[in-house]
């Protein structure tokens, strides 16, 4: 079926002049085999329009925060920790994915689109309410999270990151409440530090998040017993009115930085599961938002794996 598609590659304002692993190529690369592939028939460039999201965005992150990183891109740039740059343009490009992952929840949850894929940059699971870090800026995945909750009054939404990190920002967001069910696959002991499986919610949001901590060099067999045994039935016990997937690559086996041997048949099961599970619970509704990812081969064989199960009905 149809899936929509936005690619915000953002190379002309979120690129660090050298050197640095999350640069524009590692998603450019792969959208350009995409869109060479025969998964391009069903595929829909979808251009979000500008829209008002500073509601939202303010809910997840406070403004002093986000005018801290308008000041240093005004400067000219700089760093907000020893790896998350900030250059002119990255204030500019971190408000229009934020506003991207608003307009394609809204697109979803009004019944124009079922699914979509937003490339996005910077990615964002590590942001935290008070600052950046580990190259995020904004949250995303919160964002998009709160705006169903929030505008659409949805009380299950159910997060998947399968990043190779820990998404220490989007847990702590939605770490005392039941509305939104985070779940994350990580290598651990790793950055950022947390993600033990002891760490699930508390008060209200006691169980509502998961953590499924793994070893590294973990492989496809050790990703889908853990789909199987435990992400997928905490899923059905939950009912999810929306799937979002925090779908960083760098668990890919081509990753410099993840350490893991995930292979794109991994993704592609994962994904494969998260259909049949949006199918049966939530009339095939998803959002996956780009998150890490540092090979371009590991994201090009990947990101077409993935997208080729998002388009199964
Ligand atoms: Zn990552």
């Not at 085999?33 to 998964?39: E, K, N």
């Not at 965005?57 to 406070?62: E, P, S, V």
């Not at 509305?179 to 947390?194: Q, T």
Request: hydrophobic fraction near 35%; charged fraction near 20%; aromatic fraction near 10%.
């Amino acid at each position: 079926m149809m899936i929509g598609l936005i690619p915000l590659i953002q190379e002309d304002l979120h690129d660090p002049e050298y050197g640095h692993p999350e640069n524009s190529i590692r998603i450019k690369i792969p959208l350009d085999f995409l869109l060479s592939s025969d998964l391009k028939a069903e595929l829909k460039i979808l251009e979000p329009e500008p829209v008002e999201a500073s509601d939202i965005i303010y809910r997840i992150h406070n403004p002093h925060y986000l005018g801290q990183v308008k000041t240093v891109a005004e400067s000219g740039g700089g760093f907000l920790d020893g790896d998350t740059f900030v250059t002119p343009g990255t204030y500019q490009a971190a408000w229009q994915t934020a506003e991207a992952s608003v307009w394609a929840v809204r697109e979803i949850l009004s019944q124009r689109q079922k699914r979509i894929f937003l490339a996005g940059r910077p990615p964002g699971h590590h942001a935290e309410q008070n600052f950046g870090m580990g190259f995020c800026i904004i949250n995303n995945t919160a964002v998009a999270a709160e705006t169903a909750v929030v505008e659409f009054g949805l009380k299950r939404v159910a997060i998947i990151d399968w990043d190779v990190h820990h998404g220490n920002g989007t847990q702590h967001t939605f770490y005392e409440r039941d509305d939104v069910l985070f779940v994350s696959l990580h290598r651990f002991p790793f950055y950022p530090g947390s993600g033990a499986s002891a760490e699930r919610g508390e008060g209200k949001g006691l169980n509502y998040t998961l953590n499924i901590p793994l070893p590294a060099g973990s492989d496809d067999e050790i990703y889908l017993g853990e789909f199987v045994k435990r992400v997928i039935p905490r899923l059905i016990e939950y009912r999810p009115e929306f799937i979002i997937i925090t779908s960083g690559f760098d668990a890919h086996k081509e990753d410099p930085l993840g350490g893991m041997r995930a292979t794109e048949e991994g993704f592609a099961l994962m994904t494969r599961r998260l259909v049949s599970l949006a199918n049966e619970y939530c009339e095939g509704r998803i959002l996956s938002l780009f998150e890490g990812g540092y090979s371009p081969q590991g994201n090009t064989v990947s990101l077409y794996q993935h997208i080729k199960e998002l388009q199964k009905n």
